[in-house]
């Protein structure tokens, strides 16, 4: 048995190489991504192709996997990440930045150059009617052929990453808890409600994220389909007001964050790679303060102006238009931001982009998680070394190393609970826990400046 021996800790030491089985698996990957590119084109169109695609993507990225950690030992293996192309804004990073990019505006814009067309679709959407039908009996979407892909991706990329924290129960159970709220609540059952002529809806999404909740058309279609409908719409308006603010409270953003969002699912999975590239700078904070704020407020004005104008059937309040409003906040967040920057820029900017700088459902539930809630990573500072892997891996860029040195609880807005910051400590330093609120400290970190120490507000 071939063992993967790496004595060195060393950031500069390069050790990995591809194994017979990584190449084979990355093999069948290129050719799944071969049938997707001839489908483009429309040059191929037959499910038995369809077929080979999967099996091509699923026998390949799990051989891929395995290739890469079956012979080692568990424990996090970061080694060589700054000097991989594609974890180190490479040459390779660029390019999958920009397909990912240019797939986004052609999902959002233009999506009639994937095949979209009324009477019978052609190209990439054509290629996956086959599936669609087989689940709702329509021919297949831009949105689902999106879906299909986003699922399986992680799916395949959250068994590689349990397979890497695989020492790690609260990282193996959290990747678990993200596949299945894909899997199950955001792609199956949706497509079988849309099958049944029922309202499409996923369960797990809510207002602000899905920000269409309030709008009319889909309050009248709630209203319009008897039992089902009101279930639909009181359960969006629970989750809103008592279901997230109970779970927020009891074990803070991270319930929703890093176990049930499919955005946040992405990030965990897909987004591995990338974690280390947040921006841990003061001024990256600064952003990241006016912007997540910003959203939020445009998301409340939005959906007030939408309910004002259901009730009084008027669009206009001041100078602001219900309509006009709802076309910019669609495509400025809805599209532009949580779409083509949150994921095309994922091997740029790291995993977090849009969950850091523009999610108004993280704005609520990170101020909430601040003031009211259980949660905080606790820190045995005598412990620390100083190495700031902790720091390295945060995807929200928090300087968590900073709070570690001075043994001070990690009570941030922004943390969503990935817990990888005390997954790579090699000294166990820190702990995310549940506590009674009163022991929670508040207070901010300790700084000594002019000769004083103050408490940074
Ligand atoms: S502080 Fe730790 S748990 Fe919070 S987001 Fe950063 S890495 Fe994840
Ligand atoms: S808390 Fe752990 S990972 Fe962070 S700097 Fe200290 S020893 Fe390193």
Known sequence: ???????????????????IKMKIGLA???????????????????????????IATIAGSLLYTNGLYANTTAGIKNNGVMFKSISNRGAIAWVLGVALTALYILLYWYPELLGLHDNANTGLIGFFDPVSKLLNGHPASQW?????????????????????????????????????????????????LGGLNMPYNDF?????????????WHIDQLLGSGGFGMFVL???????????????????????????????????????????LSSKKISAWRIERVLIYSVLFFAALMTGLVIYQYFTKQSQVLFLDSFKV???????????????????????LGSRVWCR????????????????????????????????????????GIDVRWYAQRGQDIVRSSCVGCGVCSAVCPRGVLKLENGPQKTKKLEGPILYQDGQFKIVE
């Not at 009181?234 to 969002?261: A, D, Q």
């Not at 967040?333 to 779409?339: N, R």
């Not at 998680?369 to 100083?386: A, D, L, V, W, Y």
């Open 326 to 348: 709802r076309e910019w906040y669609g495509f400025y967040i809805g599209a532009a931001f949580s779409g083509v920057i949150g994921v095309g820029f994922y091997p740029i």
């Open 1 to 19: 048995m071939q063992t993967d021996i790496n004595l060195s800790i060393a950031s500069h030491t390069r050790t990995s190489s591809l194994n």
């Open 28 to 54: 069948l990957v290129f050719l799944s991504l071969l049938l997707l590119f001839l489908a483009l084109f429309n040059q191929i169109q037959h499910p038995a192709l369809l077929i080979i695609f999967f």
């Open 144 to 192: 689902f052929v999106y879906g299909v892909l986003y699922t399986l991706t992680i799916i395949l990329l959250g068994i590689k990453f349990i397979y890497k924290y695989r020492h790690n129960a609260y990282q193996v159970k959290r990747t678990i808890s993200v596949m299945f709220f894909q899997l199950i609540i955001a792609f199956l059952i949706p497509e079988i």
């Open 204 to 216: 797990k999404n809510m207002w602000p994220l899905n920000y269409y909740f309030f709008y009319d």
């Open 234 to 276: 009181v359960w969006g308006i629970l989750s809103v007001v008592l279901i997230s603010p109970v779970l927020t409270y009891f074990y803070g953003k991270r319930w929703y964050c890093s176990w049930v969002c499919g955005c946040g699912g992405l990030a965990e999975t897909a987004g591995d790679s990338f974690r280390h």
């Open 357 to 396: 700088f523009g999610c108004p459902m993280a704005a609520i539930l990170g101020i909430q998680q601040k003031f009211f809630s259980r949660f905080r990573i606790t820190t045995n500072g005598s412990q620390c070394i100083s190495c700031g892997n902790c720091t390295t891996y945060c995807e929200m």
